[in-house]
């Protein structure tokens, strides 16, 4: 399992979504990415689980808190 986390103006990091691969991964951070700001953080699509942020990380593993939110799995498109 994969964890999507966003950065929040504050500094504060949360999980945001979880996906089954990496590659699904991978391809929502690029479908969710308005552009890249000048000042190094981003812009993301609307009504995604990274709305509001304006970074992102992810891991391959997280703690048990992590696997216990209640947080969209493989978020798609489709779902907004």
Avoid: H, W
């Avoid at 504050?10 to 991978?26: D, H, M, P, R, W």
């Amino acid at each position: 399992m994969y964890f999507l986390y966003g950065t929040r103006r504050n500094g504060k990091t949360e999980l945001v979504a979880k996906f089954g691969s990496e590659q699904q991964l991978k391809a929502y951070i690029q479908y969710a990415t308005l552009r890249t700001n000048p000042d190094g953080t981003y812009s993301f699509e609307q009504k995604t689980p990274l709305t509001g942020c304006i970074g992102y990380s992810f891991a391959s593993e997280g703690s048990e808190a992590d696997d216990a939110a209640d947080v969209p799995f493989n978020p798609t498109p489709t779902m907004l």
